[in-house]
Every structure is written in C-alpha cells, then in structure tokens.
C-alpha cells in the first residue's frame, strides 16, 4: 500500500488516480497511525509552506520513523519543499528538516509561478530517473526552489532563470518539484519507478 | 526554458447524461463533437498540454454533470485541467477542484465579484485561477481607455459577458492588469472579432495584453491551422494557443500541429 498524505489541502484525485494507472495500490491516509507499516509514501505538493508544515505536523513523527526505517518517500512540489529546513515564502516556519538548505524565490524577471512545461537536464543516475532522459518535459508549478547546501542530491535540474532542483534523490528520500502526476506519460514512468522501489 | 503549451477546448453540453462536446457557443447549425471524457482522452494520448472544459449549457443543475466529467476525465487524463463556465461561488469552485481539476476559468463572475479571483487565489493558489477575458475592439476612441495600434486603425478593447452577448464597458486591457494585481495566475484571451472567422488569432490584442502583465497568456479565438498558431507564437510571447474545432472535426491532430510547430523552431513537447 502506498500512503498518500492528506493534510486537508484539497485535490488528491491527481496523484491518486496516477499511482492507480501504474498498478499501485494507493490509500489516502487522514491520520498518522496508517501511514506505519506503508510500502511507500507519497507527501503531495498543494499551499503555502507554512500552511502545509502546519497541517503536516501531526504526521512528523511517524513520518520521520518511516524515514528512518527505509521506507521509500517521495515528495512532490511543496513535498519536496518541506523536506528542508526553511523557506523564505514563510519566514519563521520550521520545515521536517530532514535535507539541509532552504528554499528560495525564484529571481526577479523570470515569470513567477513558473507554470508550464520545463525539459530536465540529467545529472546523474536516481532510481526515479529509469527510462527518462534529457529534454524530458514535466509540468512545474511553483514560485519557490529548493538549496540544498549538499549538492550532489540533485538528480536533475530545469532552466527558469537559475538552475532548479527539479528532482532530488538521498537514501530513500525521493522529491520533484514538478507534478509527475500531471506530466502526461514520462510523468507517469517517473510514478512508476517510484513504485517499484518501494517492491524491492 | 518553459515550452508553449497547446491547449484543447471542450465545449460541453451538459444537458445530456455524461455531457456533450458542442462546436461554437451560439445554438445555431450545432454540431456534436464527442463524448467530453473521451475526446479529451484522445487529446490527452494525442499530446495536449492542458485541457479546458467550458459548461456552455444554458440551463441550470448541471454543476453534477460536470462533475463527474472531470471525475471521469481525471482517471484517464494525466496532463492539467482546467474548468469554466457558470461558476459563481466558491462551493463551485470546491467541487470542480474536488473532482480533479487544477484550475478554474472565471469570466462573468468575476467581473461581476473580482474579490471572487482573490478569494479563490488565496485558497487554492494563484496558479489555480484562471480569468477569461473576451475582448471586442471599440473604434470609437474613448478618454482613459488603453489605446491600442492595429493595421485597422487605433482601438480599444471591451470587456464582454455571458459567452459575448452581453457588453459591459470594461476595457479589457485594464481588466487585465486588475485581475493579475487581484491574483488571477493566468489570462484566457479570447478575440470576439476573430472567434469563429478561422482568420488567426487578434495578433495586437495578445501582443499588448501579453506586454502588459507579467502572469501567462493563452490566446483563443480564430484559430483554423496549424500556421495560425505558428504565427502568435511568432509575433507574440504569448505561452499557449488555445483551439476547439480545428481539432474536433479531424481536420488537424495536436500531434500534426506540435510536430508542424516544432520543425519550424518553437519551442513545444513532443
């Protein structure tokens, strides 16, 4: 079973009816207790960073257990962004904190959300990169990008005015910042490679 | 570098169970299109970037129907949806969204509530509202009115309602600045003068609007080929093209169009 995330900020359709056509068995979960034991986790991407770190708080200690104990995780959009410490969309709030760096807006005279599709640029192998190869268009939406200060965890950018983190990859930590779900077929591959990591 | 999106427009009947794909808005010489889940599942396999159901049914109780066409479309369609026509309140805006959509398309009531486009925007995100403009040029030039040059002499734009029936004084290049500064994440420009001629877009009209806000433009209205499209990507930065018949009818495939566009330099997903 692979957990879907509701921490009460709208549409999980997408996402739901995407791990669905890879052949997942996805459940969207309300409460913590049923994410314990999931072969893998979905925190979906939907509002602002501090709203969503507020309502994600209560599943932060079962979350960081699954984390630990080497259940495959992915982020998604403000999924991936609450993975690190902060974010300049809402000083003051505390991320999961489980990637060092922060998130940043995205620079002056770029068009902000960046919306639409974006090709990848590659940068090394991930498990949810398989099958998936430079030029690749995902749809990205999103006003904020993720720092992270190590480097070598970002599997693959997107060009919108500075390199984005457009996906990331650490142990069994995975995140995009663009929408797989809403990335037409390559969006899809990218779901179900997720999937089978979480079959191994 | 983000790619110009293509972007299919349903027009749908939802006076029928399941609805129906309408081709044209006025009830005239109708013709039947399609099934809206199914066509716009075609399109999805085909290479759409996006899809737009507009309810143009002019009757009521039919928030359901629609419903349950992007609930049906959301399970077979994996690229954004986006939903307008007759919504008015934010418990249609819940519902639609509830269903699957990403994005909401608002016209007449948002020039009638504007604070409709922040209220929605402050909910679901700035990129989750979309405001259609359908713009009419005026050549009667008026004091405090956003001039404009075309090849047909200097006008202006206005504002109008209720699928172009009703006018309402507005000028639509203003409108537009306002509804960005409101929270609107996109505009939908339709060209009242070129919609329905297969003459191309309003070249000028999406050439000023586009200069003149920062948030994304889909140009709609008058689109009957591929070179149409070709050209208001040429002339204009705007980021999407938005057509109905030309694909509902056989005429072209978004596959024919992307691949037309993409030899000839513009930057498209293939």
New interface residues.
């Given amino acids: 079973m692979i957990a879907v995330i509701d921490y009460g900020m ?2 999980l ?2 996402i739901y ?2 791990l ?2 890879v052949n997942a068995s996805p459940e969207i979960v309300h409460e913590p207790d049923r994410i314990i034991g999931a072969s893998g986790i979905v925190i979906p991407g ?3 960073f501090g709203k969503c770190m507020e309502k994600l708080s209560r599943f932060e200690v079962a979350l960081f257990d699954e984390f630990r104990n080497g259940t495959p995780i992915l982020g998604i959009c403000i999924g991936q962004q609450v993975l690190f410490q902060r974010s300049q969309e809402s000083p003051g709030a505390k991320g999961l904190g489980w990637i060092a760096g922060e998130v940043v807006k995205l620079p002056e005279g770029v ?9 990848l640029c590659i940068k090394r192998h991930a498990e949810i990169l398989e099958g998936l190869a430079d030029g690749d ?1 995902f ?1 990205f ?1 999103h006003s904020y990008h993720c720092v992270p200060e190590d480097k070598s965890i970002i599997v693959a950018t997107a ?2 005015g500075v390199e984005v983190a457009a996906a990331i990859s650490k142990d069994n930590l995975s995140a995009t910042q663009f929408h797989p ?5 390559k ?2 591959k990218l779901l179900d490679n997720f999937v089978r990591s979480t079959r191994c | 570098m983000l790619a110009r999106r293509i972007i299919p427009c349903l027009d749908c009947d939802l006076g029928v169970p399941g609805g129906r794909v309408v081709k044209g808005v006025e009830f005239k010489k109708i013709r039947y299109a399609g099934i809206p889940w199914k066509l716009a599942a075609k399109y999805y396999l085909d290479g759409a970037d996006e899809i737009v159901f507009l309810d143009i049914t002019a009757s009521h109780d039919r928030r359901d129907t629609m419903v349950s066409v992007i609930k049906k479309t959301s399970q077979e369609v994996f690229v954004p949806l986006a939903v307008g026509g007759g919504i008015k309140s934010k418990e249609d805006v819940r519902d639609v969204f509830n269903a699957g959509a990403d994005k909401i398309t608002i016209n007449t009531s948002a020039l009638n509530h504007p604070d409709l486009i922040t209220e929605i925007s402050d909910l679901y995100g700035r990129q989750a509202v979309v405001v259609a403009i359908d713009a009419k040029r005026r050549y009667e030039l008026e004091d405090c009115r956003e001039i404009v040059q075309t090849p047909e002499g200097p006008c202006w734009f206005e504002c109008s309602i209720f699928g172009g029936r009703k006018f309402t004084g507005v000028d639509a290049i203003a409108w537009a600045k306002k509804a960005e500064k409101l929270g609107a994440g996109e505009i939908l420009l339709t060209s009242m003068d070129k919609d329905g001629t297969y003459d191309g877009f309003d070249i000028q009209l999406t050439k000023e609007v586009v200069h003149r806000i920062k948030i994304p433009v889909i140009a709609s209205g008058g689109c009957a080929n591929p070179a149409h499209i070709l050209q208001v990507f040429q002339r204009t930065d705007v980021s999407a093209a938005l057509a109905a018949s030309i694909f509902h009818f056989g005429e072209y495939s978004i596959a024919e169009v992307k691949n037309y566009l993409s030899e000839r330099g513009v930057n498209i997903r293939l």
């Fill in positions: 709208g549409n359709f997408s009816n995407a669905v056509r939907v509002g602002a068009m902000i959300p960046q919306m639409g599709w974006n090709s268009m749809y939406v060009e919108h779900e809403k990335s037409g077929k969006g899809l």
